[in-house]
């Protein structure tokens, strides 16, 4: 029968073959599904894979969705690397995107450039507070920061959309639920004439730069990362546990809130009751799928929004259902976590006994 | 603000306890789940396939228990899924957890699109005769699905197994310390196996009464967000089959409350109501877990560890 | 966990590039036979190729939920199948469903334009600001948004009087109803839903000034669970007949359950409550959409917006059960009928609000400017608009 037993060292080219056979069983299983629904299974492939890299206004689309996936999944790292297990970072994101709101709406015809920095800052100060709650329920009282983020999540929600709704409804928006449309000078700049894609990429950029710094270069990142490894020894070399699990918190919900903030300075350019887009859970796996690791989140984000815009472009063109996209996000994680296993353990055929 | 009749109240209740026993029934599955030592973040991924298998089954059958058996059938195949994941690969718990609801997600949705136009066949009564007919009494607790009553009889069912039984004090004694499991000749793994598809047959009924006695509808997504509240009852009942229930109840309650408020014209903006269950749950577990102590004495030691056999 | 990060890095790009570059030397070659099938496939209802005559024009559809949701966006499939009905191989129809509000809905929108769709279809208020943003880029193409309010040289909007049906809805409730206490279960607080609950307030007291109205409020426009929950509610308050302004026939079979009365909303919900269902408020956007169509075609086509009723065909109240009484489906239909030709008019004074003050004196007439506002309740409605203020 077969055996599983720990290796000695993890296997190397497997931690690196991983997430490819991961993506190549998701994809054969995807290609049976089309063929099951009547559909090119070839056509299929393209949409998710060709489609979105096609043209410039495709990439840009796609950065669209890739900046916040990247910057949540960073944060979301850090947090689980110290086995911190923020599911509420869609709740971090929404209360972002309403602080940068509150500051947007503030800004006069007259108001500098920099207002915009104001905004940014103003989101990242909005998620690592709503994150703080669940650090100090965690901190104080032992309350499993899993079930409260995740019930911050809801409240958030209701949060907007009591603000939507009522004092910061638009006057003259024959009271439909929606704030003023920002001033020109709050928005996050365009970079080119005609697409959507806008400075944050140069936020992503720039942020999955500080985390490698941070995570490998700096003391605190060490820490935090042997905090989640082994705490028992972490404990002994005098890391303090309870730093590691604000500084984790912090950090996942100033990125959360930061992607808040682009969103709604960028793209959106209003706050309604539609802020909320999933990028809060989409990224816990975005972050999985790279590993925890700045650069291959970079990747798998931009995998995760081929996966987004190639749902939708099947359903346009190909009369796919866009549930399909579930159905393979979520089958990519369980393959990647099954290929996971063999990093650490090995297969072996023992003689029954 | 006009107080409730008796007959509202009467009827509240009955609300509270069809409510309570969608997120109850789960909470006791994931209850025998963590108390072999695992912990299943993909309830609501697991009912919601259910729930489509019910409602999927109800519909092409016409029979109601027959929808149930499917949808507990639904949740047992989702659930032995994870189970080998994380009890043979020994995948991370909590990662494999969330995939599953993502995926359950996904492909109920999928499955269920033909069926949104869908409709059940008309729904038998359930009244216990003669005690259905006291006043007030009988509207508040005797006109309900059996399912309720047997969530009911499944909790009380449940205690005297962990407690009084010899199965279940091996079950605990799993959650507690597989090592020492191990030590005495118990199959940690195939119990752990066990208790997790038990929890996900527990799981599979509550979805598939969802979308067959609940809201007899297929519309994907509808468990919207019952799986989470049901992982947070166990924690906040301290892994007790009888507060469960009572938790159940409490969110069950509050939801339908803030309902009966709005009705009632009292002038709070309804988001603010609709916060009251979650911010209740929130509240409640901090209470809970004030303790570490009390947590650490309550909790199944091994909650979320993965178990190395001869490692 | 240190260091080889950067050869770590290059063999995943390596490995990603290498398969994307598979798949797209692949589909390359299948491209073009791949995109005449999937345009062929994502027609409802094929179409006969014409041999010589001129292109067919090519109309898209927006949806932003399920075409089975049996309301909403069941209602606009009904009315893009009247299209191809009417005008068969001179149009090509498409849609796309669930596409949710907001900025997402942009890319969906573009990518039907890039499709070359000369006349797009937006069925929701939501996608308005995407909309215009296309529109600008596109001004060869015309817009038709849905319950909106902005316009744009090629993007108009249309609406339907959907308090027409919810008044002559509450002239049957208030027949019907035994404990006088009605019930609403209310998706979103915007005017278009006040004025709803209103108009059905203002028609069940036209027959028994004595009811009165209590309202829940979902905050969302289809959530089965939450609406059976709300209708429940109502329910255990007394209401004895129910109305809802949510996209799903749950609040219907929830009164089924409990033996009591509800109508259906948007589209034809009898079936699911054979006992329950007194009445159906539908929308009918087969009119408007097959004269946007013939503008389109015959190159008429103008901005504005228009907000079409019972007179223009767009709002019907059907499938009037057999338990409401002779003289009360007679009196619908005199309503209608005087909807049609103008002679009747819903909003005209004396109409007080919940204070008892007049909001429309004596005789006076509301005007549109009026009605698109509306923000407070009528006298008999319990409770206070939610504005958080």
């Given amino acids: ?179 003023i449309t920002f001033l020109e000078a709050t928005r996050v700049p365009k970079l080119f004439q005609g697409l959507r894609l806008n400075a944050g990429v140069f936020a992503a950029l720039a942020a999955v730069l500080v985390f490698v710094v941070f995570l490998y270069r700096t003391y605190a990142g060490f820490q935090l990362q042997v905090g989640g490894l082994a705490p028992l020894a972490a404990r002994y070399a005098g890391f303090s546990s309870r730093k590691a699990l604000w500084t984790a918190l912090l950090i996942s919900g100033g990125m959360a809130g930061l992607a808040g903030a682009l969103d709604v300075a960028g793209p959106q350019g209003q706050l309604t009751p539609y802020v909320p887009m999933g990028y809060g859970f989409a990224a816990i796996i975005v972050a999985f799928v790279g590993r925890l690791s700045p650069v291959g989140i970079v990747f798998s984000a931009i995998l995760m929004s081929m996966f987004y815009i190639g749902g939708e472009l099947a359903q346009s063109r190909l009369g796919l259902p866009k549930a399909i996209t579930g159905v393979f996000q979520g089958l990519l994680l369980f393959a990647l976590l099954a290929c996971d296993t063999f990093i650490h353990q090995r297969l072996r055929w023992v003689a029954s006994k | 603000m006009t107080g409730i009749s008796p007959e509202s109240l009467a009827l509240l209740i009955a609300a509270t306890l069809n409510a309570g026993t969608v997120v109850g029934l789960a909470a006791l599955g994931l209850l025998i789940n963590e108390r072999s030592g695992v912990v299943n973040l993909g309830a609501e991924g697991m009912m919601l396939v259910a729930a489509f298998a019910g409602f999927a089954v109800g519909v092409n059958t016409g029979s109601d228990w027959l929808a149930f058996g499917a949808g507990a059938l639904a949740g047992m195949a989702m659930a032995a899924v994870f189970g080998v994941l994380v009890i043979w690969l020994n995948t991370n718990q909590y990662a494999t957890g969330l995939a599953l609801t993502m995926f359950g997600t996904g492909l109920s949705a999928f499955a269920g699109i033909r069926y949104t136009q869908e409709k059940l066949p008309e729904r038998p009564h359930f009244d216990i005769p003669w005690l259905s007919d006291l006043p007030l009494a009988g509207p508040a607790l005797f006109k309900h699905h059996p399912l309720v009553y047997l969530t009911i009889l499944f909790a009380i069912g449940m205690t005297w197994f962990l ?106 903006p309804s988001q603010w109501l609709t916060m009251l269950p979650y911010l209740a749950t929130i509240v409640v577990l901090v209470l809970i877990s004030r303790n570490p102590t009390w947590i650490r004495v309550n909790m199944p030691a091994s909650l979320g560890k993965p178990f190395h056999p001869g490692a | 966990m240190t260091t080889p990060l950067s050869k770590r890095s290059v063999l995943k790009l390596a490995g990603w590039a290498s398969l994307a570059a598979t798949a797209a030397l692949v589909g390359c070659g299948k491209k073009d036979a791949a995109a005449d099938a999937a345009s062929a496939a994502s027609d409802a209802a094929p179409v006969a190729s014409a041999a010589a005559a001129p292109e067919p024009l090519k109309i898209a559809f927006a949806y932003v939920g399920p075409v089975g949701d049996a309301g909403w966006t069941y209602a606009h499939n009904e009315g893009r199948l009247a299209v191809e009905k009417e005008f068969g191989d001179k149009v090509k129809t498409s849609f796309i469903e669930n596409v949710p509000e907001g900025p997402e809905a942009e890319r969906a929108i573009r990518d039907l334009v890039g499709q070359g769709a000369k006349l797009v279809f937006g069925t929701t208020f939501g996608y308005m600001e995407p909309m215009l ?121 929830t009164a089924e359950k409990a033996g009591k009365y509800a109508f259906g909303w948007d589209s034809d919900m009898s079936k699911f409550g054979p006992k329950s269902h007194l009445a159906s408020a539908v929308i009918n956007w087969g009119p408007y959409y097959i004269k946007a169509t013939k503008d389109a075609l015959e190159g008429t086509w103008s901005t504005g917006g228009v907000w079409w009723g019972v007179k223009e065909g767009a709002i019907d109240l059907v499938s009037v059960s057999d338990v409401v009484p002779a003289e009360t489906k007679a009196k619908v239909d005199t309503i209608k009928a005087g909807l049609k030709d103008g002679s009747f008019v819903i909003w005209k004074g004396p109409i007080l609000g919940q204070d008892g003050k007049e909001v429309l004196a004596k005789d006076a007439v509301a005007d549109d400017k009026f009605l698109g506002g509306i923000n407070f309740y009528v006298k008999g409605v319990e409770g206070s608009v939610p504005t958080g203020k």
């Fill in chain 1, 1 to 179: 029968m077969f055996k599983l037993e720990p290796r000695a060292t993890p296997s190397t080219w497997l931690s690196l073959a991983s997430p490819v056979m991961a993506l190549a069983i998701t994809v054969i299983i995807g290609v049976g599904l089309f063929i099951l629904l009547d559909k090119d299974p070839l056509a299929g492939l393209q949409m998710f894979f060709v489609e979105p890299l096609k043209s410039p206004y495709a990439l840009s689309e796609l950065s669209i969705k890739a900046v916040p996936l990247i910057l949540i999944a960073l944060g979301l790292a850090a947090c689980f690397r110290a086995n911190l297990w923020n599911i509420g970072a869609e709740g971090q994101f929404v209360m972002g995107a309403v602080f940068a709101g509150g500051v947007a709406m503030r800004a006069t015809p007259e108001t500098g450039a920099w207002i915009l920095w104001a905004v940014l800052g103003a989101g990242m100060i909005g998620g690592m507070l709503w994150a703080a709650i669940v650090a100090l329920l965690r901190d104080r009282f032992n309350a499993s920061e899993i079930l409260v983020s995740l019930m911050l999540v809801y409240v958030a929600e209701m949060v907007l959309s009591y603000l939507v709704y009522g004092p910061w409804k638009d006057p003259q928006g024959y009271n439909f639920p929606q704030t």
């Fill in chain 2, 163 to 268: 407690m009084r039984s010899r199965a279940g004090l091996v079950l605990r004694a799993v959650g507690e310390s597989p090592e020492s499991a191990h030590a005495l000749g118990y199959p940690v793994r195939q119990i752990r196996l066990l208790a997790v598809v038990a929890g996900g047959a527990l799981c599979g009924l509550a979805g598939a009464y969802i979308s067959v006695v609940y809201t007899p509808l297929w519309v994907e997504g509808m468990v919207a967000g019952k799986g989470w509240i049901a992982l947070a009852l166990t924690t906040f009942a301290t892994w007790r089959p009888a507060r469960v229930l009572l938790g159940a109840y409490l969110f069950g309650g509050v939801t339908m409350l803030q309902f009966q408020l709005q009705g009632q014209g009292v002038d709070i």
């Fill in chain 3, 133 to 253: 943003k296309v529109a600008a880029d596109h001004k060869d193409v015309k817009f038709e948004h849905g319950t909106g309010y902005k316009t744009a040289e090629n993007m108009r909007t249309y609406d339907s009087r959907t308090y027409e049906g919810a008044y002559m809805a509450g002239v049957i409730a208030g027949t019907m109803t035994k404990s006088n206490t009605l019930g609403v279960v209310g998706s979103i607080p915007i005017p278009e839903v006040i004025r709803n609950i209103n108009a059905f307030t203002l028609g069940a007291q036209s027959i028994n000034p004595k009811i009165k109205t209590k309202v829940v409020w979902v905050n969302k426009w289809f959530d089965p669970p939450k609406e059976t929950e709300g209708a429940q509610s109502l329910l255990n308050q007394g209401a004895d007949v129910l109305f809802q302004n949510t996209d799903s026939s749950a609040v219907l079979q």
